[in-house]
């Protein structure tokens, strides 16, 4: 099992930045995927970016491409989300995913067994 907790959220004004940090416990050895989700209210959980733990390859959604950067440390079992240029159609809570399978489809939730708390992020114009 891996267990995922996030913190760095809270509130900004539109265009600033802020950066997202998931500390992963347990078996890490075994995380080969790991991604950041969110969930607006009334909306739906959607993924917005993901990594390869050991390639390090990254995926984004296409509302984000640009604009964050996912990255990791994996001495220190880190994953990051780096955000920029916020808009307060990002405003949302900020979910940490872990996937220990060897295959992923992005960004389908169930893909991930293990989810953090959540952080939440507010965007104000």
């Known amino acids: 099992q891996v267990q995922p907790v996030e913190s760095g959220g809270g509130s900004v004004q539109a265009g600033g930045s802020l950066r997202l940090s998931c500390a992963a416990s347990g078996s890490t050895d075994s995380t080969k995927t790991m991604a950041w989700f969110r969930q607006a209210q009334g909306k739906e959980r959607e993924g917005v970016a993901g990594i390869y733990i050991r390639a390090g390859g990254t995926v984004y959604d296409e509302s984000v491409k640009g604009r964050f950067t996912i990255s990791q440390d994996n001495a220190k079992n880190m994953v990051y989300l780096q955000m920029h240029s916020l808009k307060p159609e990002d405003t949302a809570i900020y979910y940490c995913?872990?996937?220990?399978?060897?295959?992923?489809?992005?960004?389908?939730?169930?893909?991930?067994?293990?989810w953090g708390q959540g952080t939440q992020v507010t965007v104000s114009s």
């Open positions: 995913a872990a996937n220990l399978r060897s295959r992923v489809t992005w960004f389908i939730a169930a893909d991930f067994g293990y």
